[in-house]
């Protein structure tokens, strides 16, 4: 039921949104982590509603999806955020 509700807020571009219990429910990761890698600036807030953190719905499932795969094949945190800052930056340029 909570699914439905995933993306139907649209941010100042259109963008679906999520928030951050959204994130737990739907990729199965603790608020911890989540605040972690809100922190490395993995996941980036695009504004706060009230005492909740708001998401960009697609930046989080493509971020995860890459963060997932690369500490699966045994990468660290800081060189996965390498990886994507680089990413992010070649595809301004």
């Known amino acids: 039921m909570w699914e439905d509700e995933i993306g139907k807020t649209s941010g100042h571009n259109g963008e679906k949104e999520i928030t951050a219990q959204q994130i737990r429910e739907k990729f199965k990761i603790s608020y911890s982590a989540i605040n972690h890698y809100t922190d490395l ?38 060189l996965i955020r390498k990886k994507i800052m680089e990413k992010v930056t070649d595809e301004l340029l």
Do not use: C, M, T, W
């Not at 493509?62 to 997932?68: A, G, L, P, T, Y």
């Open 41 to 78: 600036g993995l996941f980036a807030i695009v504004r706060k509603s009230g005492n909740k953190r708001v998401y960009d719905l697609n930046e989080v499932k493509s971020r995860f999806q890459i963060i997932s795969r690369l500490a699966n094949e045994g990468y660290p945190l800081h």
